[in-house]
């Protein structure tokens, strides 16, 4: 599974293609064991008490899954999410932008399933586990 | 399971608790068998082409399933999401709101487990399943 | 989605195609709505002190998914399960049989998504729950 | 989280309390990172064409879950699990045992997380991925 995009021209493909989001994450790392993307904690993100809300780690796992899918199939894929199944562990720290640590397991012709552990920046046990499945668009 | 909080208290209960997301939900019904609530579609919810994103289902279903356990122990608690499975089935009608049809299918002294269906509003075809598990804060 | 095999027609199948376990269910009823397995409860589902195993829970609600997936495409598919989520909620009754009840709730053309809630034959409340994808083969 | 029970300890233990399954089982290691068990693949676990039956899979994960929770509080507890979910990625290999590394997430005072991925032995890409959650009985 080579790597087709790195880190650059997945934050550029998304902010062209995703301009109202793409602001809050930043792809810090690709490789072909890993891909690393960042929240940017901000406001919209947290419930009462100061905790990130659970459907924004949600949403970082989704976009990390799919950047780790894309740096493998290229950008104009239009994959979309299947399945997901996320394990919410410990609270994530205030203050911290959250870091998912992402692998693909499976790239196959028609599925892809990947897994991301959810951590907050600098944090050593994880916040949140998630696994994803992907439906690959055929080729044309 | 008998209901200590009906629609209009869920519905104020969000507004005082979650003023920033308030706006967005509305629930609808609630009694023993369902909870319903409405996603009220906007801007901040849709992908490129129309679709309602992925994140926006997920937190559908995370405060349909909320409401239905609040429903029944009421509005102090603090309940968290522990687990989630989702699977995505079709893609939502471009300009219709969404609903979550909510079923609660065990209230433990510890842990709650519910389901959710999300359609289109007026669709006779899930867009979305989701099956949740809340952790239940023990009674001070 | 029309009924293409009966119930007699699945368990003759199972009989032919999975002789091995076949003797352990029986599909009872099928139609459009809903799909129901009996597994005979017997010595090598049990756990230590009596309870029906989660492997054995699991095994049903498997097998309960792909009869109502064959009761819509006919016995010659080769469908494989691709993802499942099961949340263990009670206790089965000891001496009882158990139930799954199947809805099929995408059948699409590469993919199935169906759902199985399982009870102790006669009880009210649900052991378990599970939702499975399955792959459907492409066809000849 | 010290680890309490080596192999050798988890595997007496399986052998006093499970003798029905322990035979088809071996724990072949255990550190405070990793555990791994081994299936002896036989008969009962294949499905016609010689694959490995999905709720074998299944009954393996949960097993190297339970160990590896046991491996941390000792042999006294009655853990169960409430929670599951499993993406089958490809075929076993015909002929093959199959091995589960598993890894715990988490392990709070109510609830423990745990993955697992299974491998046939000596093979680079995984077979199936699991996650599983165990409720934690409280101390007497």
């Known amino acids: 599974m080579d790597i087709v995009m790195d880190a650059d021209a997945l934050n550029e493909f998304l902010s062209s293609e995703?301009?109202?989001?793409?602001?809050?994450?930043?792809?810090?790392?690709?490789?072909?064991?890993?891909?690393?993307?960042?929240?940017?904690?901000?406001?919209?993100?947290?419930?009462?008490?100061?905790?990130?809300?659970?459907?924004?780690?949600?949403?970082?796992?989704?976009?990390?899954?799919?950047?780790?899918?894309?740096?493998?199939?290229?950008?104009?894929?239009?994959?979309?999410?299947?399945?997901?199944?996320?394990?919410?562990?410990?609270k994530p720290e205030a203050g911290k932008d959250l870091i998912a640590e992402c692998r693909v397991l499976k790239l196959g012709r028609v599925l892809a399933v990947a897994e991301a552990l959810i951590y907050s920046k600098g944090g050593a046990e994880p916040v949140a586990r998630c696994s994803m499945t992907y439906s690959i668009p055929p080729k044309r």
Not at 52 to 77: E, M, Q, T
Not at 80 to 85: G, I, L, M, P, R
């Open 18 to 90: 995703f301009p109202q989001v793409a602001a809050e994450y930043r792809v810090e790392r690709v490789d072909r064991s890993r891909l690393m993307v960042r929240l940017k904690v901000g406001e919209a993100h947290l419930r009462p008490g100061g905790t990130v809300s659970g459907p924004s780690i949600f949403a970082l796992a989704d976009l990390a899954v799919y950047c780790a899918i894309l740096a493998r199939i290229g950008p104009v894929a239009l994959a979309v999410t299947t399945n997901a199944s996320i394990d919410f562990m410990r």
